[in-house]
Every structure is written in structure tokens, then in C-alpha cells.
């Protein structure tokens, strides 16, 4: 039971329905979900541990702030870890699984064209499955966890900012540059573009923020 709170909780903080720094209320939460103190109190420990929300006794449960300067390290890391992955990943994507992706991108860069509003949710979970593509595809077990345990929190940081992945068209051009690079499965040739595009996606962010908190 504790679970289907934690993944309620954890998806309001995500889309920022509950904003960094807002206290979040035990009573308030067992009323939405329906659910007695127990699970979601478990779920908030749990979210706690994975750096969402802060718990301080006697004082009560805050959705976590954010600084520029987390921003700057968790995709520091992020860059590090999927360079990482790109090495073993390469040879286990499919052009299957490339045209699909690629398929996704040129339906949101014709919207774009067409003058259509693209959300920038749509935008963002089109970028998650990405990149969550290229780790998934490697062949090390131990870097999918660690990439799992902050994917969570990459996906926040884009919502948290309107403009968090620059310019929405060429956002899109970039997603479909790598595709056709990883078509070509020369890894000295997409590593520092997949790297610049991620190092450019955590400036939009912290620039968004003005070094302060969210």
C-alpha cells in the first residue's frame, strides 16, 4: 500500500503540484489518497531517502529545495554515467527501436511547425524515455541503478523550470541528431554531442534559477 502513496507523492513533486519548499501535510495526504498514516508516512521516509522531501522532527515534512549548484552535480554525474553506458549500449540498440524514437521527435518537431502548443511535460517525458533508452540498452547492471536512483529527480528539475530545456525546436533538432549519430555506432562521434546536450540542459536549468533555490 505504502507504494501506490510513494508514486502518488513522488508524481506531485515531480510535476511540481507540490513545490519545493512546501510543507507537506500527513492529515491533507491520507484524505487525497484515501489511505491511513501508516503507508504514507512510509512512502515519505522513503522519499526522504531519495533526496524529494526533507523530514525534521518536531517541525513537520518540506517538498526539498533545489540549488543551481545540486543541478550542475546531478547532471555532471548524469553525463558521466550515460558516456558510460553509450560504450555497451551502442551495439545493443536496435534500428528499430532508433526509428521509433526518431519517429516520436519529428511528430513534435512537425507540431511545433505547424504552430501546435507543445507541453513542455510532452517535451520532457519524450527526453526521459531517451536517455533512459541509451542506459537501459548497456550492459551494466550496476550503473542502470544508479542511474535509476536520480532519474527521478533529473525529470523534477525540468518541470521546476519553464525554460529547462532551452528552445523547444531545437531541443528537438539535437534528440534527433544523436539518433542519427548513434545510427552511425561511432562512439567518438556522439559522446560530445550527447555530453554537450546534457552539460546544456543543466545551464538552461541553473540559469533558470539564478543560482538561488527553487
Known amino acids: 500500500m505504502h507504494m501506490i502513496a510513494y508514486e502518488a507523492i513522488k508524481k506531485s513533486i515531480i510535476h511540481n503540484e507540490l ?24 512512502a515519505l521516509k522513503v522519499l526522504a531517502s531519495e533526496g524529494l522531501v526533507e523530514i525534521y522532527r518536531g517541525v513537520g515534512i518540506f517538498v526539498k529545495h533545489v540549488t543551481a549548484k545540486e543541478v550542475y552535480e546531478i547532471f555532471e554525474v548524469r553525463a558521466a554515467l550515460e558516456g558510460v553506458a553509450l560504450q555497451t549500449s551502442l551495439a545493443n540498440i536496435t534500428d528499430d527501436e532508433l526509428n521509433k524514437m526518431e519517429a516520436v521527435w519529428l511528430e513534435l518537431k512537425e507540431a511545433i511547425e505547424k504552430g501546435e502548443d507543445v507541453e513542455l511535460k510532452t517535451i520532457s517525458e519524450s527526453d ?10 548497456c550492459d551494466n547492471s550496476f550503473l542502470k541503478k544508479i542511474m535509476k536512483g536520480i532519474r527521478e529527480n533529473i525529470l523534477r528539475y525540468q518541470y521546476l523550470s519553464a525554460t529547462a530545456l532551452g528552445d523547444k525546436e531545437d531541443t528537438i533538432n539535437q534528440h534527433l541528431e544523436i539518433i542519427n549519430l548513434i545510427r552511425t555506432r561511432e562512439l567518438d562521434k556522439i559522446l560530445p554531442v550527447l555530453t554537450e546536450h546534457i552539460k546544456e540542459a543543466a545551464d538552461n536549468i541553473a540559469r533558470s534559477s539564478n543560482n538561488q533555490l527553487f
Open 19 to 42: 513545490k519545493p519548499g512546501e510543507h507537506i501535510s500527513e492529515y491533507m495526504l491520507c484524505e487525497e489518497l484515501g489511505m491511513s498514516r501508516t503507508p504514507v508516512r512510509e
Open 128 to 137: 526521459s524515455k531517451f536517455h533512459y533508452l541509451i542506459v537501459e540498452k
